[in-house]
């Protein structure tokens, strides 16, 4: 009977690429919104009526490579699963997490299957990206996870939770509220599809305000951690996310008063992917690394 071994190192490597793939598809989702291809594959899930290859038409083809980079998402998924129980040592949290993956992607897949059979209804729209954001949630964790082997600190140092809390929960907002101004501003995937029935600029002043509070909270408490003298890498991923955070204000205040252009609109989305990475890494950070599992321990003590 074959054994199949998967290192850590390599089962972190995997991880990476989880994390890339998801936030990739994420870009590629908002060029497909972008665009105007929502409903360039008007059918689910082959593009058009039994034609599962999309015709030579530009929003065909758009829509249709972001079928198949949720065909590219998949695989790493499976992969991710593979390989957690084949890690060796093999650890119960990875397993768990990977198999978190797999529920969020395939909820994702039935979630998209609506949007387009439904014809891009803003509600459904932001919850495809919103459920985005909880599969990188997921990835992030599963990677930090991974890297414990190589990241044990046995010092005693701060662990201030509500630190993370705060940032992680004011984020939230910050993205809930972006997808609102999104929902309802002029790119919607399809010409015709339905938009939010507010008004952009109202929605967008409260994200705005959303924005600054998040930057005057992480400014505060990027001092506050230099002073308490946190670890170097929780100030590390502190002033990551305040300065990803600075720069989304500035592109979201730019688009605002330019007419939202699509490729500004664009570096928003992906923006925001950065922003919820940064902000989840920040958030373990600040929780301290975990104390290696007892079977990674196990099988560090010589024989």
């Known amino acids: 009977m074959i054994q199949r071994r998967v290192s850590p190192a390599t089962y972190r490597k995997i991880t990476i690429w989880a994390l890339a793939l998801l936030a990739l598809i994420i870009v590629s989702g908002g ?20 034609q599962l290859v999309a015709p030579l038409e530009t929003h065909a083809m758009i829509e249709f490579i972001n079928r198949l980079i949720t065909g590219l998402v998949s695989a790493i998924v499976i992969a991710a699963v593979l390989g957690s129980h084949w890690r060796a040592p093999r650890r119960s949290d990875l397993v768990w997490l990977s198999w978190g993956l797999v529920a969020g992607v395939l909820a994702q897949i039935v979630l998209g299957g609506l949007v387009v059979l439904y014809e891009l209804p803003p509600a459904l729209v932001i919850g495809h990206f919103l459920l985005s954001m909880v599969l990188l949630w997921n990835a992030v964790v599963l990677l930090w ?4 082997d190589y990241e044990r600190q046995s010092e005693p140092r701060p662990r201030p939770h509500w630190v993370g809390n705060a940032v992680v929960a004011i984020t939230s907002v910050v993205i809930v509220t972006g997808t609102i101004v999104t929902g309802a501003g002029p790119h919607s995937g399809d010409e015709d599809a339905e938009r939010i029935d507010v008004a952009v600029r109202d929605v967008a002043q409260i994200h705005g305000t959303t924005v600054v509070v998040l930057l005057v909270v992480l400014a505060g408490l990027v001092w506050w951690l230099r002073h308490r003298g946190a670890p170097e890498r929780a100030q590390l991923w502190g002033r990551t996310v305040f300065g990803v955070a600075l720069a989304q204000g500035l592109i979201g205040y730019v688009q605002y008063f330019t007419g939202v252009p699509v490729l500004l609109v664009g570096a928003h989305i992906a923006g925001a992917a950065l922003l919820w990475i940064a902000t989840v890494f920040f958030w373990l950070n600040v929780r301290g690394p975990l104390v290696r599992a007892e079977a990674d321990v196990a099988q560090a003590v010589p024989a």
């Open 31 to 50: 060029a497909v919104r972008l665009t105007g291809s929502g409903l360039g594959c008007p059918d689910w899930p082959a593009c058009d009526n039994d």
């Open 145 to 148: 996870r991974s890297s414990e």
